[in-house]
């Protein structure tokens, strides 16, 4: 199974502020037509986690583009250019190459 | 797009077996992947399998192997989820969560989310 570590655990964001989060696997996410199979999820308070972001870098119908997906092979970065309060939650990355899809451990964005 | 229902909140006692439903509406049902994950208290997202309905397949990850069942109902447009030998550590959301087969890879769509509790 892939291996998914996302970092960090928590992070305090300051609204207005720009915020990164880093997702590693343990294998490429690369296949063979050039795509990476990595998504973003966010899970607010109460809430089923929603797509933001799909194969690394598509935001989904609806995200605003505050929030960008980059990165390649085994590494992985979401970013908000500028954090708004609505964004708290905990994030997640998951791989969407094979089967079983794997999550990384999530990261927990609050207000400072 | 398909809107995901799930049923409701259920409580299992030890050693039961529990089946939770999620009903899609507002596309084709046989064009969509279903997938279930699930999320203990306070706990990160776990997936535990899905179901493709054109091809009547299940794919299971091996934690759950031998103890869940996925399936589908195409003539009422349902998913299903059944978890046998429920012990506490089952205790937790159980999401429903599709995306079109051909499209799509990703978990576009999920349903609101079934708490099993399991007690004695």
């Known amino acids: 199974d892939i291996v998914m570590t996302q970092s960090p655990l928590s992070l305090p964001v300051t609204p207005g502020e720009p915020a990164s989060i880093s997702c590693r696997s343990s294998q490429s996410l690369l296949n063979s037509n050039g795509l990476h199979f990595l998504d973003w999820y966010l899970q607010k308070p109460g809430q089923s986690p929603l797509l933001l972001i799909s194969l690394g870098s598509n935001r989904a119908s609806g995200v605003p583009d505050r929030f960008s997906g980059s990165g390649s092979g085994t590494n992985f970065t979401l970013k908000i250019s500028r954090v708004e309060a609505e964004d708290v939650g905990v994030y997640y990355c998951?791989?969407?190459?094979?089967?079983?899809?794997?999550f990384g451990g999530g990261t927990k964005v609050e207000m400072k | 797009q398909v809107q995901l229902v799930q049923s409701g909140a259920e409580v299992k006692k030890p050693g039961s077996s529990v089946k939770v439903s999620c009903k899609a509406s507002?596309?084709?049902?046989?064009?969509?992947?279903f997938n279930w994950v699930r999320q203990a208290p306070g706990q990160g997202l776990e997936w535990m399998g899905r179901f493709i309905p054109v091809l009547g397949t299940a794919k299971y990850a091996q934690k759950f192997q031998g103890r869940v069942t996925i399936t589908a109902d195409e003539s009422t447009n349902t998913a299903y989820m059944e978890l046998s030998s429920l012990r506490s550590e089952d205790t937790a959301f159980y999401y429903c969560?599709?995306?079109?087969?051909?499209?799509?890879?990703?978990?576009?769509?999920w349903g609101q989310g079934t708490l099993v509790t399991v007690s004695s």
């Open positions: 998951m791989q969407a190459l094979q089967t079983p899809r794997t």
């Open positions: 507002g596309d084709t049902f046989s064009s969509y992947t």
């Open positions: 969560a599709s995306h079109h087969s051909t499209w799509s890879s990703s978990l576009d769509n």
